[in-house]
């Protein structure tokens, strides 16, 4: 709520800054009409008095456009009497702007261009357009502006100079708005973080406790069969608590740039192998099987065998928790040039588009909805991200919602 505030006060501001700007300058500009009115009334009525003729009660001039006057004169015009007198009486009315002009030729009836005055001290080169005749049968002659709008602007000094402060301080509170808002995902995001750690540690603790207490009564004590099996609860609850530990502690040290590698030639597809004996049980709960595709005939690389088997491992084990049932995933290798790709897909539940860009951001999991059914912290294809880019690769991810996902690493060779 405080955030819409923020925005809906800026907007307020931004938007009362334009109007304002917008007002100044409508003012500004009819500052400038008024004094070009002025002005060329009095060139008008030189040139009739040139001309020794009657000034009529009516105004000469008339506006056609924004930069564009015309001044309606009974009589033959000199076109450097014409240029001295606008040029004399702006000056004195302080339209010290660059200006262009024309008069209409009543014996060839067209509108012939006069001359560009600049007050400035660059040379300007005769516009190649032609100025737009007026409707009248009469002598007249035209005056244009064409950088009025720019120069009006460049006079309002002090208007130019808030609209550019108020700009930093939209900048500077929009960086600190989005500034806020990640510091808030991120807070978020640490947040599910623990509480799916507490779930992750808690489970295998407890499940350690209660066996432990089990084995201490003396019924248990005397059945051997029973021994063993809570023996092997003991032993996997522990192996499982382990597993979570050295994940944690393997993406903590990749984010403090500490991932010690022992870099050696190694075939890929025994680390492959690895991987899959070790995710053959986890996929064996949920009725699943592994496919392997081993198209690849160069599988030689350099890097660390026991993070290259943990990246795959961390690939499967997450085809394989975020899939209802029945879980089939293909693992395929290929060739391509000197780069060595591999493929793990899925018919799990998929990502959607939006979550396919933070899939590798550290804590984040796919939404499941509010039942906690897929375990993990969110560190699995972050660290895959780590090894793969200290190993000089790339990851591509290709997803569709409800259909599965296909995640390709590329190995250099």
Known sequence: MVTLLAIISMTGIVVLQVFWFRKAFDVRERQFDQNVFTSLQRVGEQLLQINKQQIPNVRLVKQISSNYFVVSVNGEIDTKVLESLLTTDFIQHGLMLDFEYGVYDCNHQKLVYGNYVSFSDQVHDRPSRELPKWRNDLYYFTVNFPNKTNNLIGSMDIWLFSSLVLLMVVLFFSFALVTILRQKQLSDVQKDFVNNMTHEFKTPVST??????????????????????????????????????????????????????????????????????????????????????????????????????????????????????????????????????????????????????????????????????????????????????????????????????????????
């Open 208 to 413: 350690i406790l209660v066996t432990s207490r089990l084995l201490t009564k003396p019924e248990i004590q005397q059945q051997p069969g029973s021994i063993e099996h809570y023996s092997n609860m003991i032993q996997v609850e522990a192996l499982r608590l382990k597993s979570q530990v050295e994940r944690v502690l393997q993406v903590a040290l990749s984010d403090q740039k500490q991932m010690e590698y022992k870099m050696e030639d190694i075939d890929f597809h025994e680390c492959l192998e690895h991987a899959i004996a070790s995710a053959k049980e986890l996929v064996k709960e949920k009725d699943g099987t592994i496919n392997t595709h081993l198209n690849a005939v160069n599988t030689s690389i350099r890097g660390d065998r026991m993070h290259l088997t943990n990246m795959i491992f961390n690939l499967l084990d997450n085809s394989i928790k975020y899939n209802r049932s029945n879980p089939i995933i293909d693992v395929i290798t290929n060739n391509a040039g000197r780069r060595l790709e591999f493929t793990v897909t899925d018919n799990g539940t998929g990502i959607s588009k939006k979550n396919s860009k933070r899939i590798f951001d550290q804590f984040f999991r796919v939404s499941t909805g509010d039942v906690h059914d897929v375990k993990g912290f969110g560190l699995g294809l972050h660290y895959v991200k780590h090894v793969v880019k200290d190993h000089g690769g790339k990851v591509k991810v290709q997803s569709e919602l409800g259909k599965g996902t296909a995640i390709t690493i590329i190995l250099r060779q």
